[in-house]
């Protein structure tokens, strides 16, 4: 992936297709990427709220996009357009972070007045004042709307005080219990097993890629072996198949966060807790099975394929 990263730092030159405007911003709180320019076509992953991303193609009301860790898909039409120049002075702006798991925006400075979007977790918007206990802030697209400062951080605050923990991720983590399995979610309306992963990291100000398979490519390796001893909280755990004579590759297929204790968590059907411990009420024994190895996040950042946030590219002002 990293070559992918270095690519988006090149200046990119339009195409007929695209245009000058070869940047956007998402406006929808979430909005869904497609494998195809169709709603019936496969979700492959979700781009947030105020979240930039690389136009690459237009047809119809569907845009080909990049998102800042590198993947490509279709979205609708739900992206204002940018020039580079127009990126930059956008990232230039004051910025807020939706910080409750789900949200509402307003068109006044009162929760009774009439509502504006919902908003998720992980969602940023441009600041432009406090009115009460309240934050005036814009969309991508023009719309303004006040959200109440519980429900939000200010960004730079939020990157100050951010501390990546095991136990934060841990606690950031459980947060997410129940949410159902949704195959190429990556937001609190539905998330798949990398995208839990990948949404608990970015809450840390952390950029994973976006599938198990290349999640596993990453990070410092910490047991390959299955004894579990050199694990700690928050490493990535990683199962599939298992290489054999007959099939010499390995095949990554899930992913899943230690938590300690033998225990992880994960999603699958909806974000649970299993066990390694066959004594433990929670043992999972088919995931027990077809365990592979970890990889440790924490202490590596900025390494290939893990950046923060205010590291990547399509973030820099």
């Known amino acids: 992936m990293q070559h992918i990263i270095e690519q988006v730092r090149e200046k990119h030159v339009p195409d007929d297709a695209v245009g000058e405007k070869c940047w956007g911003v998402i406006y929808n709180s979430v909005e869904k990427m497609h494998s195809g320019s169709s709603h019936g076509s496969e979700t492959v992953s979700e781009v947030l709220l105020g979240m930039p991303v690389r136009l690459l193609d237009k047809k119809g009301g569907w ?20 020039t580079e120049s127009e990126l930059h002075e956008y990232n230039k702006k004051e910025k807020v ?3 409750a798991l789900y949200a509402f925006s307003y068109e006044k400075a009162d929760v009774k007045s009439q509502t504006v979007s919902d908003l998720v977790i992980g969602d940023m918007l441009v600041l432009k004042g406090e009115k009460g206990r309240f934050y005036r802030v814009g969309y991508p697209d023009g719309r303004e709307a006040y959200i109440r400062q519980s429900d939000a951080k200010e960004l730079k605050k939020w990157l100050q005080d951010m501390e990546l923990t095991p136990e934060s991720i841990v606690r950031v983590a459980r947060q997410f219990m129940g949410i159902p399995y949704v195959w190429g979610g990556t937001s609190f309306k539905g998330l798949d097993c990398s995208g ?10 952390v950029i994973l890629q976006r599938d198990a398979s290349q999640q596993v490519l990453t990070g410092k390796p910490v047991d390959d072996n299955g004894n579990f001893s050199n694990l700690e909280p928050g490493d990535l755990l990683f199962f599939g198949t298992k290489a054999t004579a007959e099939n ?6 899930h992913v899943a966060i230690y938590i300690g204790n033998r225990r992880f968590i994960h999603a699958s059907d909806y974000v649970q807790i299993g066990s390694f411990d066959p004594a433990d009420p929670l043992y999972d024994e088919y995931n027990t099975g077809r365990y592979l190895c970890a990889r ?10 893990i950046e923060g946030v205010p590291d990547n590219a399509f973030y820099k002002p």
């Not at 845009?63 to 940018?82: C, E, I």
């Not at 440790?296 to 394929?305: A, H, K, P």
């Open 296 to 305: 440790r996040i924490i202490g590596e950042v900025n390494t290939d394929g």
């Open 196 to 205: 839990l992963t990948k949404l608990v990291y970015f809450l840390h100000g």
């Open 97 to 99: 972070v939706v910080i």
């Open 248 to 253: 010499p590759k390995e095949r990554v297929v």
């Open 63 to 82: 845009r080909r996009v990049q998102a800042p860790d590198g993947y490509v898909g279709w979205v609708s039409d739900a992206v204002r357009t940018m």
